[in-house]
């Protein structure tokens, strides 16, 4: 029997579109006589433009490049009218240098990398800044989360995957609690995937899969995972609804996926309450001019319902500094008072006596947290949903048509 290959090909006819999947790492250029074939007819068969989706690609070698190189000329020679537009990745290691050279050489081509700058807030946070604070975060939520997610329907010996794992302390907090059969954790950013395989590194763990990917493209299989954990990312990406459909798609059915986000707007101490109230207000108006919703939380149960999710569980834990070491309470504000007043004021250019005013607010919240008499509180969301089996989605898509 013949091994199955590493990389699907096919042509999409109505999106004008050949969608190359997988791992395209030929001897020669022979080996992939079935992906040329299929973007000769292709180019053959239309006109305008051919797109070449090369967005779940995940390994190309210089010989797979070099074949792509020589249809983009070969098309140009023969269909001199068609534009060919190659969608790309940064997955694939190079791909952005090495496809660059292509409109340089050939008129017909045009290339354009589709996570560059695909969601707005990308810049602010996939940015080594935030390593302290997401660290500093898990620190105190784990404390909270560990017993809900048990309530949650995560259990010992399960398939696990944390997609936008961030620094991948979470991953690593499931794995010694809940030892997994399997655990995935996939991230968008480079620096937070370095910091989390060394990590693992110094712990001696190497059963965590850390991947590079991006989030509303997995290049995991359907079905494959028992619980999917996706934690204060939907909020800072401006289409949660596109990573919820993947993180159900990779679920298996009556598995479940959990999520947690945040309400800024409603963090609050007393006493100090206007300034701190004013402040979050603030943070939360400055990231949703970068397309980020950090007050996604109580929206999660609208769109686990409408994505089909069962058994929909939410709830807040609400973070107090009467429930919470102090200290480490006071920790993770003040991890957000150089985020907030460097990187996030800088990308929404704040003035700065804005910046000063932010500041003190957080400090208010610092005071606040520490102080003997008062009370600071961090909402956080968490929501999870049962994937409903094939035939009950079936039956649920007949009834709403
Ligand atoms: C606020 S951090 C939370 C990280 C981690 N889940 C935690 O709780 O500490 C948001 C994460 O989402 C990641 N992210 C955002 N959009 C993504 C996407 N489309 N694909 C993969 N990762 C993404 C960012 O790189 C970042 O690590």
Redesign the pocket.
Do not use: K, N, P
């Given at each position: 029997m013949a091994a199955s290959k590493p990389y699907t090909v096919r042509f999409v006819e109505n999106d004008q579109e050949v969608v190359i999947t997988g791992s395209l790492r030929p001897e020669s250029a022979e080996a992939m006589a079935d992906v040329r074939g299929c973007l000769d007819g292709a180019a053959a068969s239309v006109a305008g433009i051919l797109f070449v989706n090369l967005k779940r690609l995940r390994y190309l070698n210089f010989v797979g490049f070099q074949e792509l190189g020589r249809f983009v000329r070969d098309a140009g020679e023969r269909c001199p009218d068609l534009k060919i537009k190659l969608v790309i990745s940064s997955v694939v290691p190079w791909a952005p240098q090495r496809f660059a050279l292509l409109p340089e050489l050939f008129e017909n081509v045009i290339v354009e990398q589709y996570d560059r700058a695909?969601?707005p807030g990308?810049g602010v946070?996939?940015n080594d800044a935030?390593i302290p604070v997401?660290r500093t975060?898990?620190s105190i939520i784990w404390h909270h989360e560990r017993d809900l997610l048990r309530e949650h329907g995560l259990k010992e010996g399960m398939k696990v995957a944390?997609?936008?794992?961030?620094?991948g302390?979470?991953a690593v907090l499931m794995r010694k609690e809940f030892r997994p059969t399997r655990i995935v954790a996939?991230?968008?950013?480079r620096p937070?995937l370095q910091y989390a395989t060394q990590v693992a590194k110094e712990f001696g763990i190497a059963d965590i899969e850390y991947v590079f990917?991006?989030?509303?493209n997995l290049f995991l299989e359907d079905d494959a995972f028992d619980f999917v954990t996706?934690?204060?990312?939907l909020q800072?990406?401006d289409q949660p609804e596109k990573?919820l459909r993947e993180l159900m798609r990779i679920c298996r059915p009556g598995g479940r996926v959990y999520l947690?986000n945040e309400m800024m707007s409603h963090n609050y101490g007393y006493p100090r309450h206007e300034s701190v109230s004013w402040t979050y207000q603030q943070i939360n108006d400055m990231c949703a001019e970068l397309g980020m919703d950090l007050s996604f939380g109580p929206k999660m149960y609208s769109l686990l319902t409408d994505l089909g999710f069962e058994d929909i569980l939410v709830e807040t834990v609400d973070i107090t500094n009467r429930n919470t070491a102090v200290e480490d309470f006071a920790r993770v504000i003040e991890s957000w008072e150089g985020y907030v007043t460097g990187e996030l004021s800088t990308a929404t250019k704040q003035p700065s006596e804005m910046v000063e005013r932010l500041r003190s607010g957080l400090r208010d919240h610092v005071y606040t947290i520490t102080s003997r008499r008062g009370y600071a509180t961090w909402p956080l969301y968490i929501a999870s949903g049962r994937k409903p089996s094939s035939s009950a989605a079936r039956r649920s898509r007949k009834a709403a048509s």
């Open positions: 695909f969601y990308q946070i996939e935030l997401l975060q898990t944390d997609i936008c794992c961030g620094i302390d979470f996939v991230d968008h950013s937070f990917g991006d989030a509303t996706s934690r204060l990312s800072v990406f990573i947690t």
